[in-house]
């Protein structure tokens, strides 16, 4: 499953780190980025961590999380 991030849409609510520590991180600004890719739009999410980013795309109040070929 690849996850696509949308900062310009992030409105740095907290909530996919909370669900997903392991995956999501944030600017100094709280703007959504990958943890392990601070500049990339776009990562490949392992099986393990695909339900947990899931549930923030579902949950994401500005939509700034998409994913391709979900579950
Ligand atoms: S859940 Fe959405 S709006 Fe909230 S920090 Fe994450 S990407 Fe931004």
Same mark, same amino acid.
Request: net charge negative.
């Given at each position: ?12 609510? @907290? ?9 999501? #991180?944030?600017? #100094?600004? @709280?703007?959504?980025?990958?943890? #392990? ?35």
């Amino acid at each position: 499953m690849k996850c696509e991030i949308l900062p310009e849409r992030c409105i740095a609510c @907290g909530l996919c780190q909370a669900l997903a520590p392991q995956v999501f #991180d944030y600017t #100094d600004e @709280g703007i959504v980025t990958f943890i #392990d890719e601070p500049h990339a739009l776009q990562e490949f999410i392992p099986e393990k961590e695909q339900s947990e980013v899931v549930q923030s795309a579902k949950r994401c109040p500005a939509h700034a999380i998409l994913l391709h070929n979900p579950l």
